[in-house]
């Protein structure tokens, strides 16, 4: 039971709950607070229309007077007249209207209502899209229907060639006009004019539904999940400024994205948990169930008002397919294999043509304003040979998997081909400029690949039948490899396996294909993985140091699908434009030099809990940087031959290799954040020394890493929550 005892001297942070005063015969007011709060007196609560009582303390001014909870065992301090009937009354009565007072806060705080109002927005928003796309595909096409792109293969190239080349380059045009509004809407938003920032992500969405209409070789649900995650960050600005949440919300809007887009809202959920959740290294602090529950609600209701604006038939039709026998379960591993290798050569063509693109725009001056222009332009001449590359939505896909009547199949050898100009064309289009996603794509390639490898597999199994006994070995339809080439190329090439898997589970909602599926798919995300990294420096150290090893060629995943790296660029771009790497840096750093023992840097750095140490001349210059990860290579470098490396410099072990103890690249305190953080990534550290240059000669003053980096985006995200 709460008693009524009222008392003062409490100082505000001993206090839980505020003080709340309770009417009966006379004014009672209780608080709920720490057991044991320092009292120095005890009055009681007098005034029946206040809710706080004031006195003055020995000429110190005025102090709230504040109420503590009676001990349940003592009636000493219970108000005259109160008998237990009436306290226990009272006191349900306060507990009441206590849970009734914070419920609205709980509620907020849960993000239940931001997430909910996320969910509906995105939905409303990727309808829009998508309509958009198929009016604008409507306009310039003739209103074609659902033939795909396979009509243009059957009427004559005099009658279609100046539409099929045209087409695509003027969706370039367009494009190029909105991305020059983008750079300058960039260039104007340190103003920090909501306006200016909300029209980015308009203009981006804008642009998409220009490539896709027009034909150009990329997919709307990249876009879709980037238009969901802008609206959750409008809606994390406006509505909900608590920074603990953005990422929940984040994560909310991914997957309302992909749920909107597939109509596949359990695909979606897993798709938030991979691409946003898992990967992020921000500071959450709500609770996992509090997340997960943001992220499902949202996903619901994006579907189901997708399901009301564009219909509740799935993205692609499924065709018809049967397994036969768990013999060809090894056949389905070697499909994911061969996805995996085609996910690597689309991520690495992909990266070759963003570097020459680069290249040429440094080194002829091309504007890269008419990159889109000529990405366009190539679109269209590739696809007078072949017209199935242009997007039509998944029509092309149904082609490929030969599910629509009196559509004829395409052979294996063509199929191949597709494979190999779809990959080139895609990859023009997103080095070029144009605005779109690797999702149908990928789809589009993987379905290819399945159905001529399972063409394939049939026709080898029926020559060797005659000669050979394959009565244990049942080939199922090219359709149930397409089907499983589909998930395995998605899950290689954007890196989200159980995404891939759920969305064709989904869509086919057949138990069957769940086992042939997970091989495929973790085969291929596994062989793609090992060459492929995120570009926001979360790879580990690795400053040149390989002891007789070559590095090898990898892709960035950010560049191939921009829609995978939201933490990176939704929650701390904000902040790194306006940082300097002064208020970022770690002013905590070991100095070593080149006479110190390598037993005793791990000494030092095992004190001191550091991973990193700067190597330094006798006036204090930087001559070098080292990294456990340097000894730890060094180690097993000397492991296998057979060496004892107790005694060894630090001078001997950089002399060893020329790379291990050099400094790629320096940061100085004066520098912007996000520039930092791109020139690590592209050197592909996470440690880097910050120096301060004096008459030509670099004093280090501090490091930069991930951790550093993170600290200094929550701080600044508290601070805004705060102010």
């Known amino acids: 039971m709460v008693g009524s005892g009222c008392a003062t001297g409490v100082t505000p942070y001993h206090l839980i709950l505020a003080s709340l005063c309770v009417k009966s015969k006379q004014a009672q007011a209780v608080t709920v607070s720490r057991s044991l709060i320092p009292l120095s007196s005890a009055f009681p609560c007098t005034d029946k229309s206040r809710r706080w009582q004031y006195f003055t303390n020995a000429g110190r001014g005025p102090r709230p007077l504040l109420c503590v909870p009676k001990p349940e065992n003592s009636k000493k301090t219970q108000v005259e007249g109160a008998g237990e009937g009436e306290g226990a009354s009272a006191s349900q009565e306060v507990e009441l209207e206590r849970n009734l007072l914070f419920l609205p806060r709980r509620i907020q705080n849960s993000g239940i209502i931001s997430s909910c109002l996320v969910g509906l927005l995105t939905g409303l928003a990727v309808v829009f899209f998508n309509n958009a796309v198929h009016e604008i595909r409507d306009l310039c096409w003739d209103g074609i229907p659902s033939r795909g792109a396979s009509w243009l293969r059957e009427e004559p190239i005099e009658a279609t060639w100046t539409r099929v080349i045209l087409v695509p380059a003027f969706g370039g045009v367009l494009v190029a006009v909105l991305n020059l509004l983008r750079d300058s809407a960039v260039e104007q938003e340190q103003n920090q004019d909501p306006f200016v920032s909300a029209s980015r992500p308009f203009l981006k969405a804008l642009a998409a539904s220009i490539t896709l209409g027009t034909g150009n070789s990329l997919g709307p649900e990249g876009p879709s999940v980037e238009i969901g995650t802008s609206i959750a960050k ?102 994911g294999i061969l996805c995996g290798l085609v996910s690597l050569a689309l991520s690495w063509c992909t990266s070759y043509m963003l570097n020459n693109v680069d290249n040429i725009h440094k080194a002829t001056g091309i504007p890269r304003a008419s990159f889109p222009v000529l990405g366009g332009l190539s679109v269209g001449l590739i696809a007078l040979v072949y017209p199935e590359i242009l997007y039509w939505g998944f029509e092309n896909v149904d082609i490929l998997l030969e599910s629509r009547p009196f559509v004829k199949g395409l052979s294996t050898d063509l199929l191949l081909q597709l494979v190999a100009i779809k990959i080139i064309a895609t990859s023009l289009c997103r080095a070029s400029g144009l605005v779109g996603g690797y999702y149908a794509p990928s789809l589009f390639i993987g379905a290819a690949t399945g159905m001529a490898y399972g063409k394939f597999i049939g026709l080898a199994v029926a020559e060797f039948y005659p000669t050979i006994n394959l009565s244990v070995l049942e080939v199922a339809s090219p359709q149930a490899y397409g089907l499983v080439g589909m998930a395995a190329t998605l899950a290689g090439v954007c890196q989200v396996p159980l995404t891939a898997v759920l969305l064709l589970f989904e869509l086919t909602q057949d138990y069957r294909i769940v086992l042939p599926l997970l091989g495929a798919v973790g085969l291929s995300s596994w062989i793609s993985s090992v060459q492929t990294k995120r570009g926001d420096g979360s790879q580990e150290s690795s400053t040149g140091n390989n002891f007789g090893g070559v590095v090898p060629f990898s892709s960035n995943l950010c560049q191939v699908e921009s829609s995978l790296c939201l933490d990176n660029d939704d929650v701390k771009t904000t902040y790194s434009m306006r940082t300097l790497v002064s208020e970022a840096m770690n002013t905590k750093y070991l100095k070593v030099s080149m006479c110190t023992l390598l037993t005793d840097v791990i000494d030092l750095m095992l004190a001191e809990k550091e991973s990193c140490a700067v190597i330094i001349d006798t006036d204090d210059t930087l001559i070098g940087f080292l990294t456990l990860k340097d000894i730890q290579e060094y180690g097993k470098f000397a492991s296998a031959r057979s060496k004892r490396p107790k005694e060894l410099l630090v001078s001997e072990l950089c002399l060893l290799n020329g790379g291990v103890c050099s400094i790629p690249w320096t940061a100085t305190p004066d520098m912007e954040l996000s520039y930092a953080q791109m020139t690590m990534n592209k050197y592909g550290v996470n440690q880097v020394p910050v120096v301060s240059n004096i008459h030509g000669r670099a004093y280090p003053v501090g490091i930069l890493d991930p951790d550093s980096i993170s600290l200094t985006y929550s701080a600044l995200a508290t601070r805004r929550a705060l102010s």
Request: glycine letters at 8%.
């Open 234 to 335: 409008g809606v994390g600005s406006f509505f909900d400024k608590n920074s603990a949440r953005m990422l929940s919300l984040l994560a909310a809007g991914s997957a309302a994205g992909l749920s909107s887009g597939f109509n596949a809202a359990v695909a979606g959920c897993f798709f938030a948990v991979e691409s946003v959740l898992w990967p992020s290294s921000a500071d959450a602090t709500l609770p996992l169930t509090n997340t997960t529950s943001m992220v499902i609600l949202s996903a619901v209701i994006a579907s189901v008002v997708s399901e009301i604006g564009l219909g509740s038939e799935p993205a692609f039709k499924v065709p018809e397919y049967d397994f036969r026998s768990p013999g060809e379960l090894p056949l389905y591993l070697l499909l």
